[in-house]
């Protein structure tokens, strides 16, 4: 394996782990501020934290990739991170999570659909190995017979936000192929900030909000500072490997959350957790043989 690889796939778990942390520490603050107050305070922080690397960099931005880079961010920033704070208010963590663990096979559809990566048997199971181990850790079933209808605003917004990241993801290889990949992410993040602030008007940051509490405030600057960091790892994973290897890392994600609610909020961690935690493990080790053996 070159070192090349290694390193984007480092970039890719390093990133995966990144979103475990900050959707568990979101669950402090998300009854502080709306969905889109809460989104645009973690990318105004993330833009901060990579703003003294980009301004080196933007130069060498290709200005006919401005405007479709743009684009890619405020799906990749507003909407996704928009409609998966609607989920998290909405829903259970174990559900949200569940549902959001569809992205690693909606990114595989995706990049298939259009022919930027072939479909594999061995590929597919990988991911669905990941999904399968993410679904027996949260140990949570879909079943909405008794719900409400904000359970299925919130599965619905689970969705959606899974597959925007999924095209998203595919979206932005051939722009990471041409420009730097610090380049691409202040790009972004600034149409996403730019984009965050209409739902945040309306949600009335600007006239009756009554700020984080310290604790908030603290959640708030973990969750800026680790994203600003992932999402260039992430880019730089997806420059370099396809995007359904890249996703299939996000079945870390609610590994780790798992982990830290048992350590942090005494949250039980059972037998199930283990297997699952084995099954993505192994699902990424077959997803990634895949693409090592063409």
Not at 167 to 172: I, K, L, M, P, Q
Not at 221 to 232: K, M, P, T, W
Not at 244 to 255: I, W
Request: charged fraction near 5%; glycine fraction near 12%.
């Amino acid at each position: 394996m070159s070192g090349g690889r290694t390193l984007a796939l480092t970039a890719a778990a390093l990133a995966g782990l990144q979103v475990g942390a900050a959707t568990f520490v979101t669950h402090f603050v998300i009854t502080e501020a709306g969905p889109g107050s809460l989104a645009l305070f973690r990318y105004l922080i993330a833009l901060f934290i990579i703003l003294p690397i980009a301004a080196r960099r933007l130069p060498a931005m290709r200005r006919a990739d401005i405007v479709p880079v743009g684009l890619l961010g405020i799906g990749q920033f507003g909407l996704l991170i928009l409609f998966l704070n609607i989920s998290i208010q909405k829903l259970d963590p174990g559900r949200t999570t569940l549902i959001f663990a569809t992205f690693p096979i909606l990114t595989m559809i995706f990049a298939v659909a259009i022919g930027r990566e072939r479909f594999t048997w061995r590929g597919s199971a990988g991911i669905v190995m990941t999904v399968v181990g993410v679904a027996l850790s949260v140990g949570t079933l879909l079943d909405f017979h008794n719900g409400n209808a904000s359970q299925w605003v919130g599965a619905g917004a689970a969705l959606l936000s899974a597959i925007i990241g999924a095209v998203c993801s595919v979206g932005y290889r051939p722009y990471l192929q041409r420009n730097p990949t610090v380049a691409v992410s202040f790009t972004a993040m600034t149409a996403a900030v730019v984009f965050l602030l209409i739902p945040s008007f309306f949600e009335g940051l600007f006239s009756g909000w009554s700020g984080f509490s310290t604790a908030g405030w603290a959640a708030i600057a973990f969750i800026g500072a680790s994203s600003g960091v992932g999402y260039i790892l992430w880019l730089h994973a997806l420059s370099a490997l396809p995007a359904s290897n890249v996703a299939a890392f996000l079945g870390l994600s609610p590994m780790l959350a798992v982990g830290l609610s048992a350590l942090f909020l005494d949250a039980p961690y059972t037998a199930a957790d283990a297997v699952g935690l084995f099954l993505v493990l192994a699902g990424l080790a077959v997803a990634l043989w895949r693409s090592n053996t063409g």
